[in-house]
């Protein structure tokens, strides 16, 4: 599976931005997928994800409320609605995926990795 990422750009806190995950190949739609970011000198996060078939999603405690995924099947495309930006959501955001059908929070269990698409929230 190949993802690219996209939608990225300069938005002023407490604005809005819609991320897109476009997944490519033979069944796109059947795997799970993550949203992650990295700001400069930290570790890459985990955000959210939606498993194959959207049967369950999982968000991290401090994305609760702001950040929304979701997933337009016709488009193989999966989003992140981000809301109530602030200038800590600064980082790179890269969607991620794993054919398990489970989701997990950790990068390791994620082989296929879109190429990033960077957000800067300004104050």
């Known amino acids: 599976v190949q993802l690219q990422a996209s939608g990225g750009g300069l938005v002023q806190a407490g604005g809005s931005l819609r991320l897109s995950c476009a997944v490519s190949g033979r069944t796109p739609n059947r795997y799970t997928v993550a949203w992650f970011r990295q700001a400069p000198g930290t570790e890459r996060e985990f955000l959210v994800a939606t498993s194959r078939f959207d049967t369950s999603t999982y968000y991290a405690d401090f994305v609760k409320g702001r950040f929304t995924i979701s997933r337009d099947y016709a488009k193989k495309t999966v989003y992140l609605e981000m809301n109530g930006l602030k200038p800590e959501d600064t980082a790179v955001y890269y969607c991620?995926?794993?054919?398990?059908?489970?989701?997990?929070?950790?990068?390791?269990?994620?082989?296929?990795w879109g190429q990033g698409t960077l957000v800067t929230v300004s104050s």
């Open positions: 991620a995926a794993n054919k398990r059908g489970v989701i997990y929070s950790n990068t390791d269990d994620y082989p296929s």
